[in-house]
Nanobody
Framework: QVQLVESGGGLVQAGGSLRLSCAVSGSIFSINAMGWYRQAPGKQREWVATIITEGGIMYAEFVKGRFTISRDNAKSTVYLQMNSLKPEDTAVYYC?????????WGQGTQVTVSS
């Protein structure tokens, strides 16, 4: 089974940066795709970015040019580097993985951006 553990959330001022990490149990090569979603209070969970095993990367339009998704295969970890943060980026950020057609979620990490 797949287990995902997020870390790196916190409080940052607008314009600042944070790097989120998602540690994956087992080999990251067992995962077909990984990504990040976020959910603010009263809002629908929205997709942020995805990286597939073969290296393809996709971003939501609202984070292009500001966020970068990457992975470290040796550490079985996926990262989300968030720059130029805005108050509207405030949300719980969830790590997401797909393996053999099944979807898995981490418990989330809170990101708060102050104005």
């Amino acid at each position: 089974q797949v287990q995902l553990v997020e870390s790196g959330g916190g409080l940052v001022q607008a314009g600042g940066s944070l790097r989120l990490s998602c540690a994956v149990s087992g080999s990251i090569f067992s995962i077909n795709a990984m990504g990040w979603y976020r959910q603010a209070p009263g809002k629908q969970r929205e997709w942020v970015a995805t990286i597939i095993t073969e290296g393809g990367i996709m971003y939501a339009e609202f984070v292009k040019g500001r966020f970068t998704i990457s992975r470290d295969n040796a550490k079985s970890t996926v990262y989300l580097q968030m720059n130029s943060l805005k108050p509207e980026d405030t949300a719980v950020y969830y790590c997401h993985a797909v393996r053999s057609g099944s979807t898995y979620w981490g418990q989330g990490t809170q990101v708060t951006v102050s104005s």
